[in-house]
């Protein structure tokens, strides 16, 4: 256990599964407002502020945001910059593009600023309300109880990919995950490489390989054959660029078009909705969400989550040389070939095409379907109904303030969630803008629950798992 603690004594503990930016950040927050509680981070990495994204080795991976925009402060907004200048380049700019490595640091920094943070190297594997809290359960064997838990299990790998033989595995031509340092070993340097996906993990797999030395032509696979957009300096707007909520994906859509016909710059309406994106969600009946799900999604994607400048240019390069090729089809299968792998995919035009190539990454981005990812807590809660996926089937369905509901339709008062995990209920809830505004928001609600312990009421879900363990024997351990 790690802990950076005056030996502070607490009667309550505050749980927070992850340690990862989410989970880090709300910790932070949570000893910055001085809540009178135990805060636990449960996570088996050595050291907790990373995550995958921040603990990249690559000083080439860049943020997708300009540094100006990245404080984890929300009441600070120049907080990173200040850091930046002060610990790493005093030359720095709001509008620079800084290492994702750096910005680990500067989470780091945020860490040792505050005291009494603990942090077990241990995986929670299930999670029971019981006696007004919860107990957790440890891969060491241990149990842990806390009044309050908070799940911040961040991104998983990517969903199973349709069609990849066990012999494809065994040989280790394809290759699950992109952040995996085995990933990028013992590939022939002028050999061709498969990414499927052209989103920003398949810029970041492109990226390592070029940096490790790698020449051979790198070809993207994916049914949209889209890259994401570069960043580009525009005239940021007074406010956000649509009025009232949309009621149609529709209407959300001829709104944007209609500024953006007038002479907005498409960047200037993009980003203008960001702090009202989700509200714009919510406001979307569900059949409307699934519509924009199904026929817009990529298309926001594409132009919201954009690529750094620098990066957009090198690659533009490499596209114009034929060195990095981009290609449309929908994954059929990965197999085993002679010098490595072949996907076959259909275009489309309807005929299938076959690539061979030394090695294939899948880069398709996290998978959002919990009940396959992997997590035995996540499988543990989900199958006895303590948590339940989001109304369209992905993430966790939690209220507005990060409350997990349960499959009686309850909202928790011992169970929350912060991070990607809200996706289940919100359009965005990755980056640095939501992340900064749940930790907040949640510390605060956390505070409120610790000042007014004394006053809890278990829902009736959290009533009858607390029977059930107390029938079990487990209720009086301490």
């Not at 930046?84 to 700019?93: I, K």
């Not at 026929?295 to 926001?300: G, V």
């Not at 533009?316 to 990965?334: D, F, I, P, Y």
């Amino acid at each position: 256990m790690w802990s950076r603690s005056l030996k502070v004594k607490f009667e309550k503990t505050i749980a927070i599964v992850g340690g990862g930016i989410s989970g880090s950040l709300l910790a932070v927050q949570l000893r910055r407002r001085g809540v009178a509680s135990r805060i636990v981070v449960l996570d088996p990495a050595p050291q907790i502020g990373l995550g995958l994204a921040y603990s990249t080795p690559s000083m080439l991976h860049l943020l997708n945001v300009p540094a100006g925009k990245m404080s984890l402060l929300p009441d600070e907004p120049d907080h990173f910059l200040e850091w930046l200048r002060s610990a790493h380049d005093p030359e720095a700019t709001g509008e620079q593009f800084i290492s994702r490595a750096v910005f680990g640091r500067y989470m780091q920094s945020l860490l040792q600023s505050v005291e009494n943070i603990d942090h077990i190297r241990e995986a929670a594997i299930d999670c029971r309300p019981s006696h007004g809290g919860a107990v957790l359960s440890l891969s060491g064997g241990e149990q842990l109880q806390a009044e309050w838990v908070v799940l911040a299990t961040g991104n998983f790998l990517p969903a199973p990919l349709r069609g990849v033989s066990r012999t494809a595995e065994k040989h280790g031509v394809y290759c699950h995950s992109a952040w995996d340092r085995r990933t990028y070993q013992g590939i022939d340097p002028n050999a061709s490489v498969l990414l499927i996906g052209s989103g920003l993990t398949a810029v970041d797999a492109w990226v390592r390989l070029r940096e490790l030395g790698h020449c051979g032509v790198i070809r993207m696979i994916s049914r949209h054959g889209a890259l994401p957009q570069p960043h580009a300096p525009y005239v940021p707007l007074a406010g956000c660029a649509i009025g009232k909520p949309p009621q149609t994906a529709r209407e959300l859509l001829r709104a944007m078009h209609l500024e953006i016909r007038s002479g907005v710059p498409w960047r200037a309406v993009v980003d203008s909705l960001r702090e009202r994106t989700n509200e714009f969600w919510a406001a979307l009946p569900r059949h409307e969400q699934q519509r924009f799900q199904r026929l817009l999604q990529r298309r926001w994607d594409v132009v919201r989550h954009r690529m750094a400048p620098a990066l957009a240019e090198r690659l533009a390069g490499e596209l114009a040389a034929h060195t990095v090729q981009v290609a449309r089809g929908n994954v059929l299968s990965v197999d085993f070939a002679t010098g490595g792998a072949q996907v076959t995919a259909r275009c489309p035009d309807g005929e299938t095409h076959v690539w061979s190539g030394a090695r294939v990454i899948n880069c398709t981005g996290p998978d959002l379907k919990y009940s396959r990812v992997g997590s035995p807590l996540l499988r543990q809660m989900l199958l006895r109904g303590d948590v339940v996926p989001g109304p369209l089937g992905p993430a966790l369905w939690s209220d507005e303030e990060g409350a997990l509901r349960n499959q009686s339709g309850e909202y928790s008062k011992v169970l929350f969630n912060i991070g990607p995990g809200r996706q289940g209920v919100l359009l965005e809830s990755i980056a640095i803008p939501e992340l900064r505004r749940q930790a907040a928001q949640l510390a605060e609600t956390l505070e409120r629950r610790v000042n007014r312990a004394w006053d809890f009421e278990p829902t009736g879900w959290e009533r009858r798992n607390t029977e059930e363990i107390a029938g079990s024997g487990c209720a009086d351990w301490a």
